[in-house]
């Protein structure tokens, strides 16, 4: 891929200039510019170690410019622009072959591990992404809906790049949620049947409660209400219902989880006695005012952190240490946790609780999702039909469908508010993001049928006199495809999805120019042949752009139907 023949030839130009060290290569930063002007790669490294060269950036651009190695098929010329900025230009060989590199490649496989825009980056280095993982007390909400396209994104992405990458879901079946959850059902079955039972304060409200309490059933939950440990009963009854509801929707989402892990597994395996007895062995456990502390401050933490109460009680903090001990035992090196924004202060204590316990400072990366603002008519929706209080995943998937729900959620950056445009999500045009890239894949689906109808196709080899991409629109579109790669790459490495749907968008948008200003089948077989290439290459990176977003790729839209290619 260019990034790595990029890479490659600034290690050979820095110890060609007397330059070399691995800590220069590090900061190498290559990005593709937004203005054609600028090329089709930049790089600011002369910039950054000017200094500790004692060159001027733009003569150590210039030296750098010198000594990289030349490759005429695949860059067409090396600049040196403003204060040291070194640009390079893709050879016309190079955007000639793309299409064929393309088709040889093809779309990214089921796994996302094979395909044009894969790239072995990380060496099978096994990655663990935590998401949604919401209390199993009610069905999932815009907010799991958003974390669910993210999370599952991000697998993706970090299977394209060469990392070997699992979902996981945890579910919080411990603590004071499922048993007021259980204490809920429990009172609505009760006024079900008539029978006095008070509805516990700050209890699950919702329609969804009084299904939960109308499923179970009547003799069964009677003998339970007159018994001991009622709340149990119906805490267990309804906690499986609604992983249940969580595992369906989350599958027709099209969100994958390796495993579903308990947190009642550490608790009930010893792993939560085990990991407190590890940090004592650690020296970084002590005692105060009766409770049991763990020593975070030594690992930058603001303050120390209580893991055990003086009623001798765990707080949050040591089963969620126990849980990560249980994920580096299971081999990943690395942890992804997708949060709320209402847990950012719990970042901090538990990746220093992590350090004190031994475990590398890097394994924990947290990312937060923020909140999402469903809009309708300009102005925020709050009630569902359905659940009472909130609108559900469910609820979002029958009135957009989940492919247009996971192209909105991915646009936005994810650390960053969402205002979801339900009216503009409805719509079935170019208006709708979504819909313009999947009529875009669609489109070219449906000039293929239409040139196969004449006996043409993209074959991935050329005739003797085919031409080459001469034309600009022809160009332009091959330079964005060319950057798809680089996408991937960026996309995973930043755990940046919203990068996918951004790039889609404007490949779409080139795309439909190339279209209007080169008509695809002719009277010029040769030249139709080529164009056809350029168009199914085109369609394999939609195509690999939406799989990686969990997005498919129709064959055959209304629009498309009627377009003549």
């Not at 942890?335 to 400072?361: K, V």
């Not at 999702?369 to 569902?384: C, E, F």
């Not at 790039?503 to 439909?512: D, G, M, T």
Request: with cysteine.
């Amino acid at each position: 891929m260019v990034w790595s023949a990029l890479t490659d030839g600034f290690a050979e130009a820095l110890k060609r200039a007397g330059l070399w060290s691995e800590e220069r290569l590090a900061r190498l930063e290559l990005a593709i510019p937004r203005e054609p002007a600028h090329g089709d790669w930049t790089t600011n490294l002369a910039l950054l170690i000017a200094r500790e060269a004692g060159k001027p950036p733009r003569a150590l651009a210039e030296a750098l410019v010198a000594a990289f190695p030349r490759d005429p098929e695949l860059f067409s010329g090396l600049e040196v622009a403003g204060p040291g900025f070194i640009n390079f230009r893709y050879a016309e060989a190079f955007l000639n072959r793309l299409p064929f590199r393309i088709l040889s490649e093809g779309a990214l496989d089921g796994t996302a591990r094979r395909g044009f825009g894969c790239f072995d980056h990380a060496h099978g280095l096994r990655i663990q992404v935590e998401y949604v993982s919401a209390n199993p007390t009610g069905p999932l909400n815009v907010v799991n809906a958003r974390a669910a396209a993210v999370g599952a994104a991000l697998v993706r992405l970090l299977n394209a790049t060469g990392h070997s990458a699992e979902g996981e879901f945890y579910v919080n079946d411990a603590g004071t949620q499922v048993d007021l959850l259980g204490e809920s059902v429990a009172a609505r079955f009760a006024e079900r049947v008539n029978l006095e039972h008070e509805f516990p304060e700050n209890g699950y409200q919702g329609e969804y409660v009084h299904d939960l309490a109308r499923e179970l059933n009547e003799r069964a939950g009677r003998a339970a209400l007159s018994g001991n440990g009622s709340a149990a009963w119906f805490r267990d009854r309804a906690l499986e219902r609604i992983l249940d509801w969580q595992r369906g929707d989350l599958a027709e989402y099209g969100a994958e989880f390796a495993r579903w892990f308990r947190e009642s597994e550490l608790h009930g395996s010893g792993e939560v006695t085990a990991t407190l007895e590890a940090m004592k062995a650690r020296g970084v456990i002590f005692e105060s005012e009766g409770a049991q502390w763990v020593r975070t401050t030594q690992f930058g933490d603001d303050k120390d952190r209580v893991v055990v109460r003086s009623n001798g009680l765990p707080t949050y903090l040591l089963p969620d240490v126990a849980y990560h001990r249980d994920k580096r035992a299971r081999g990943f090196r690395h942890s992804i946790d997708l949060w709320g924004p209402d847990h950012h202060g719990h970042i901090l204590p538990l990746q220093a609780a992590l350090q004190a316990l031994g475990i590398e400072r890097d394994f924990l990366e947290v990312l937060i999702v923020q909140q999402v603002n469903l809009l309708s008519g300009g102005q925020p929706v709050k009630m569902s039909k359905r659940a009472g209080e909130f609108i559900t995943l469910r609820d979002l998937m029958e009135d957009i469908g989940a492919d247009c729900a996971k192209f909105f959620f991915l646009m936005r950056s994810t650390n960053a508010h969402l205002d979801f445009d339900l009216d503009l999500a409805r719509r079935q045009n170019d208006e709708n993001p979504a819909y313009y890239v999947q009529y875009a894949h669609a489109r070219i689906a449906s000039i293929l049928r239409f040139a196969a109808e004449r006996g043409l196709k993209a074959d991935a080899t050329a005739g003797a006199a085919e031409p080459g991409l001469s034309h600009p629109a022809e160009q332009t579109l091959a330079r964005k495809l060319a950057a798809f790669p680089e996408v991937v790459r960026g996309a995973a490495l930043a755990r940046e999805p919203h990068r996918l749907p951004a790039y889609l968008q404007e490949s779409a948008a080139v795309f439909h120019r190339f279209y209007h200003e080169c008509r695809v089948v002719t009277d010029d077989a040769p030249l139709s042949v080529a164009r056809l290439r350029l168009a199914e290459a085109t369609r394999l990176v939609l195509k690999s752009g939406l799989a990686l977003m969990g997005v498919t790729a129709p064959e055959r839209m209304e629009r498309a139907a009627e377009t003549a290619p």
